[in-house]
């Protein structure tokens, strides 16, 4: 437009009313943002466990050396720098920590026992741990990789966030192994115990949690019934209410811009459309958020196609800082201009949506069904099921802005062509067609040169010579024998009432039927009593199908399903080849279920639905729970083979690892805490996503953990 604008006439210029990146930019800005803070709280986490700014130094290290080679494995596969890949980043900056904290832990801990120098404590401790630094990556990876095998929109969504996650954490495993334990043994040596506060505040809590736990473990050990008891009605709780709990697709987003619609009854001019789109200017200038919008008449983006009784806004919304508080987001400001437009505009029908999404799929947010005439009772008997749905739907708990663009009733003329007559008088069918199409239209003749430039010469009837349809019937026809006859000879005209346009679905005439969630329900709750209404109000004389968004949401739950149990077998194949056990590998997967509940937990908190967002953190989870019960069982395996019983080995275990689990699950926690409480642009998925591993992560760790030496047992 910059380089077009150079040969504007004078006194013409441009302006971008609406840019659809802005809401991309800005997302992107919005993430880089909790990036850095994620970071940060990592860093701080780590500090305040090790207490020792040679060992910080060292998992620090690590989150730059992994973070490049993602990026450089991100662009191998052709990924772009977008929300979903961020997303995978901000999490592997928590991940890719783990496996150097581990390393660093146990090296610092074998090391204050005074009995080994730096260089022998690192290689004692990565003897200890290589096992389950491999197990963690494999899990991983054997959690991640089937997901990318789920099909459609939702397989895209989870390609590009596991693709970046299993990368982080090769490259993590790799760096854990190699350049982690030669730092250990440079940067670390024998430390004092520091004096300072803040130190020794967290060392007292630390040990009155170390002994809660101690004393915890060990009862559950003893009463093994008490410890299946709990750990079954947790399981069951947390699938009950996962399975229970409202769902969506993918959250609504502030995008910055919302889309109002205007629809007059049917054949109203275009003058009428203007008069009611001045109303619509009157309402919108009242808003101090909109930032600018712009409006065409005569043209429906919900019907889809240029029709003088409709029209259609784009408003323009002003930046996000600007509009913080939960009463000036997007859906908020649509919800007041639809109660403003209902009291002042009402000649048409008025409303306002929000775009979808996901860009591409449907013309607004909230759900789109095609009701379709599949026993061919006609337009018009569609459209009075269509306004009985309607109508019905405006009034249903659970569903509100039910509307559809179809229309059945618009005055038309239908030309009657007397077929036998034209034949009779030896007229050319084609040519009584091609008449009315150069009459009523054009018809292309020729080109020609002038002025070194080509045009192009079309024949076309005179306006005033087509005002009225009667005009048409004065027009004349050349048949076969070269007599002109006119068309009022073999024609009539009649007034009909029919449909502007019709739509196919499925070879089927169908009707567009768009609507949302009402205040306080999932999208998922609205579609099914959609469902639930259409089959009352129309039996077995109308079909229907979703599309749109919808139709991914209704296809996305089953497959998600298989690749979650898809997931967890194929991680337990992999733990009980690594363990050479089939029994081990139980005690690893069955935190599952307790960070399940925390996930639940969560979303009640937060009072949002189950997304793919939040499934995506699921996955993630099973890995997570996985890595904190590896870390226990390993040295519990290693504690049996040197001989101890298999409850003081199960006690051990839990004992010594006790701190490594809390220091990367913090870790983990805090680093995810900036996405919980995200806002701006794209804050619905960021905090879809952070509070289901947030929550999750929470549980694992404070529950989790305590069932693990049990579980092992």
Sequence with gaps: MQELAQNFPAGVSYNVTLDTTDVINASIDEVLVTFLETTLLVVLVIFLFLQNWRAVIIPCITIPVSLIGTLAVMAALGFSINTLTLFGLILAVAIVVDDAIVVVENASRLLETGQYSPKEAVTKAMGEITGPIVGVVLVLLAVFIPTTLISGISGQLYKQFALTIAASTVLSGINSLTLTPALCALFLEH??????????????????????????????????????????????????LFMKWPSTFVPDEDDGYFIAVIQLPPASSLERTQAVGRKVNQILDSYPEVKDYIGISGFSIMGGGEQSNTGTYFVVLKNWDQ????????????????????????????????????????????????????????????????????????????????????????????LNIDRNKVELMQIPLSEVFNTIGTYLGSTYVNNFVKFGRTYQVKVEGAPDSRALVTDLRLLNVRNSKGDMIPLSAFTTIETRIGAESLTKYNTYVSALISGAAA????????????????????????????TSMAYQEENASSSTSIIFILAIVVAFLILAAQYESWTDPFAVIMGLPIALLGVVIGVMVMNLPISVYTQIGVVLLIALAAKNAILIVEFARDYRAAGKSTEESAIEGGRVRLRPILMTSFAFILGTFPLVISTGAGASSRISLGIAVFAGMLMTSLVGTLFIPNFYL
């Design 519 to 546: 205040d306080g329900y999932s999208s998922g709750e609205a579609l099914n009593i959609m469902a639930k209404l259409i089959r009352e109000k129309v039996g077995r004389s109308f079909g229907y199908e979703w």
């Design 191 to 240: 430390n004092k115990p520091s004096n300072f506060f803040i130190y020794k505040g967290f060392n007292k809590v630390y040990d009155k949690t170390q002994n809660l736990y101690d004393r915890i473990v060990k009862g559950l050990l003893v009463r093994p019934g008490l410890a299946l008891i709990s750990y079954g009605i947790i399981t069951a709780v947390a699938v009950i």
């Design 323 to 414: 509009r913080k508080s939960p009463q000036l987001s997007a859906q908020s400001l649509v919800n007041q201009f639809n109660g403003m437009a209902y009291e002042a505009i009402p000649e048409a029908r008025t409303f306002a949506v929000l775009p979808p999404a996901i860009p591409g799929l449907g013309e607004s947010s909230g759900f789109e069904v095609m009701l379709e005439d599949i026993n061919s009772y006609g337009p018009q008997e569609l459209q009075r099921m269509t306004d009985e749905l309607m109508l019905a739907g405006n009034e249903t708990p659970g569903l509100s802005t039910v509307q559809s663009m179809f229309s059945a009733s618009v005055p038309q003329y239908y």
